[in-house]
């Protein structure tokens, strides 16, 4: 798997690309800004990784990467949620469920203290359908950066099964030393050496 920074650069080269095309073309600032911004989101804060709880994305959440505990526990890694499009979907769907969640948490500790907080959401239906397709092309542009970030890790698999095997065993004992020096070992697992050795 390409990583982080595989992955970052990547979604980097994609961005500059769709700005290039999109104004290229015509697009207005607004739909560019909006399409980067979706691809700026997917890699950095909404990565297809989120279902890895140790993944770089998930620890630039901080603290709240306790709200994504279940989504990585019933998403395995590389499944079905991996998949652009229906995985991005489900990942912003579960955001926007936590969001709600929260905002009707708030609501009712605001009416418990006596606040009256309304959330009028009433408008020209024109101004929200515009909006709204603005919604459509951060969206697109996180289909975008997943779609990349899958094929990535499609390639980097073949890739990866071009090398002999006594290689890969090599870099597996590299990669986890590295882990091991980094992170404390999950429970039940011994520390691996420098050499290699258990």
Known sequence: MPGFVGHTIANTAVLAGTTFVMRSQGWSWQDVIAVDAGIAIASLVLSPDMDLFNS?????????RVFWWPYSKLAKHRDRLHI?????????LYVATLLFLLLVLFRF???????????????????????????????????????????????STKLKRL???????RYDRYAQNHYDREHRPPRGRAWISEEGQR
């Open 109 to 155: 500790w605001f009416r418990r203290i006596g606040l009256s907080v309304d959330f009028d959401f009433a408008g020209d239906t024109d101004d929200i359908i515009y909006n709204a397709l603005y919604l459509v092309d951060v969206f697109l542009g996180a289909v975008l950066a997943d779609t990349t970030h899958y094929v990535l890790d499609i390639i």
């Open 84 to 92: 652009p499009i229906l995985g991005t979907a489900v990942r912003w």
């Open 163 to 169: 090398v002999p095997r006594r290689l890969r065993d």
């Open 56 to 64: 770089k994305s998930m620890k630039g959440w901080g603290w709240l």
